[in-house]
Each structure stands twice: as structure tokens, then as C-alpha cells.
């Protein structure tokens, strides 16, 4: 039995209801196998905003930093469009602060899932890919400037930080399928030229043994939605990885359904849906909790290395989806609350029924 302290920041939209939701299921999992989960709520994004006058606080930078994870709903929204601080803001801050340079975006699309993706059967089934999305520097951390006539933004990487999320994408892929496709516009961008030769270059001196290829985003948007069984470990700056993920939730039928793990070198990491704070749908139970519910999963798996509380929580998941007890996004009638229970209760239900097969 261990305990864990974690660090919830709910932020603003459907942001609270889906935490819950990732909440609950955790406290399921620590009940079957003896494990404390310490959840400490923390302002973050508009509600802080609306609270204390700016979107990441420092008692809540400094919980992040002390706690052993951080799980985080979503933050912005419209109330916040003309506000001098964004809530998007303190998302940006508190993944600087806690050095988390590799985001980690997976996607499976099982044969009996893939009838709820708005493209060709054929085409999705049998999905299996991994973005990893650099996730502390480029156009994000660049200078900005406006003035009456202009604005800048300002895309800055150094070889350092292509060195690093390049390892990370390499070292994914040797536990995969052993092949990396980089994302690039290196026919246009200074940033993708220098990206492009450090990843050929980490791949050759570190990594012989991995497939790597190099596409641009524009056709790479494209072969995404054409041929997406082709790839394995997808590898991109910032914005790209951003534009794409968002993309490739397509395959799976929702962009509710993704989760993410953000992970730095050491100290803890931070885990997320992909998506947003769904301000058209939030405060009506309408909500898939999904996403945020694996990135929890993800949490277990990477922070915590409980890698069967983790298959259980996917588990469950995968059972609920196949059986066709969904939210209103992926076509179903459940909401939030009772699709969260459905998962609950299929974790029970696996759990008990292995059980009894101990002898
Ligand atoms: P969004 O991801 O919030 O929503 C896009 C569409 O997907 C909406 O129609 C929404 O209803 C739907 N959707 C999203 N999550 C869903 C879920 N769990 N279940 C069912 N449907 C879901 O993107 P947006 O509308 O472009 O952005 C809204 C706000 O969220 C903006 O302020 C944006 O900055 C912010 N945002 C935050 C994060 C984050 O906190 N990590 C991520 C993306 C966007
Ligand atoms: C995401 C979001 C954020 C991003 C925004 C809200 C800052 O879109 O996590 O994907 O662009 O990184
Ligand atoms: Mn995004």
C-alpha cells in the first residue's frame, strides 16, 4: 500500500466536471488495492482569475512542484476573451514551471470502436500511434510584440530542446513499433531546418536501430486522415503537435476521448485531456469524461509505476466504449456522471472477476 499526493486543478468549463470524474475512478482504484490518493484542489486558468487576479497562483505553482502529480481539467473560455490575464496563460506557466517538455498524446482505435469515427471503418481500425509534442518552447515562449499597426511571434528552439523530446520519441518507439515520423515545415522555417538536423542526427548516433522519417505538416495533415495505421511515434515542435492532436481525435470518434501526459526530466508530471474547457457543453453533464479519466491511467502508468492499476483503469474503459454505454459526443444518451460510474463499476467488475480465478 502506498500513498500519493495529488494536485487537482480543475480550471474552468468542463474542466471541474471531468477532475471529478478522474477523482472517483481513482478512489476506486486505491480502494481494490490499497493505495491513498490525497487529492489537494488548486486554483488554476479563469478560475483563478476570477479568484485572486491572476491565472496561476503561486501557492498552486508551488503544490504543483511539491506534489508527487498533477491532474488538470481545462481552462479558458469566451467570460475570459477580453480579460487583460488569459487563463490559457497559467496552463502555459505551470508546464515551464514544472519543466515538462515532452507531451504525450496516444491514440488506439479498436475494431469494435472504430464504427463511431466520422471517417471510413477501414481506415481507422487498427490505429496505434503516439504524438510527442514538444511542449515548453517555440512560438509558445517566443517574445511577442503588437503595436497600433503589427504583431509578432516570435519561434525560437534550440538544439537542446530538439535533443530531448527527440530522445524521448526514440526511446517510445523502441518499446513500440520502432519507427518515429518527424513533423516539420522544414521548407519554410529556420526553427524546422534546425529541428530536422537534430533529430537526423540523434537518430544516427543514438537510435540506428529506429525508423525515422521526416514529413511536413501540411501533406502530414493530410496522410493523417488517409493512412493513419502508417505511423507509430510522431514527433513535433509545439504548434504542430497542438494542430494535430486535435486532428487525429478524429480517428478515434471524439476528441473527448484523448488523454495526455506532460513529463519532464524528473519531479512530477502533469496529466490532461487533450481537449478544452468545452464552454458549449459545460454545466450540462454532457461531457466525456474519458479522456481525462486515461490520463489518470497515464498517471499511474509513468508517475507512479502502477502498471496494473493502470491496465485496469484502460480496461474498464475499453469494455464501457465497446459496449456502447457513451456520452452524447461519441452518439450515446450517458452523461458525465453516469458514464464516470460505468467505468467505475466495470473496474469492480474485472477486478472481481480475476479474483476469483486466484486460487
Ligand atoms: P474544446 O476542446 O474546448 O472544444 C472543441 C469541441 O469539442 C467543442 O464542440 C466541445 O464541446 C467538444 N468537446 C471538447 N471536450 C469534450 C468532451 N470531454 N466531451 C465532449 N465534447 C467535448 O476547444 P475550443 O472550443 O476551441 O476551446 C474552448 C476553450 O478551451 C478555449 O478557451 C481554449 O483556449 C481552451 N482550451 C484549453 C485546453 C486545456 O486546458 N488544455 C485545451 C484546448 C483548449
Ligand atoms: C492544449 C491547448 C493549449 C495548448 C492551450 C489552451 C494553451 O490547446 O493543451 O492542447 O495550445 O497547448
Ligand atoms: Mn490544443
Redesign the pocket.
Known sequence: PRAFNIVVLPGDGVGPEVALAAQRVLTCIGDIYGHRFDFAEHLIGGAAIDAVGESLPEDTKAACLAADAVLLG???GPKWDGAPVR???G??AI?KAMGLYA?LRPLQVSPVLAHRSPLKKEIVEGVDLIVF?E?TSGV?FGERTRSKTQASDLCVYTVEEIERVARAAFQAAEQRRGKVTSVDKANVMETSRLWREVVTRIHAEEYPQITLEHALVDSMAMHLIRKPREYDVILTE??FG?IL??EISVLGGSIGLLP?ASLGADGPGLF?P???SAPDIAGQDLANPVGMVLSAAMMLRHSFKLEDEADSIEAAVAAVLASGAVTADLGGELGTVAATRAIVDAIRAIHWAAARHVP
Open positions: 481545462a481552462v479558458g487563463p490559457e496563460q496552463l502555459l508546464r507531451n509534442r511542449l509558445y509545439n504548434m497542438d492532436s486535435d495526455s490532461e487533450i481537449h478544452g
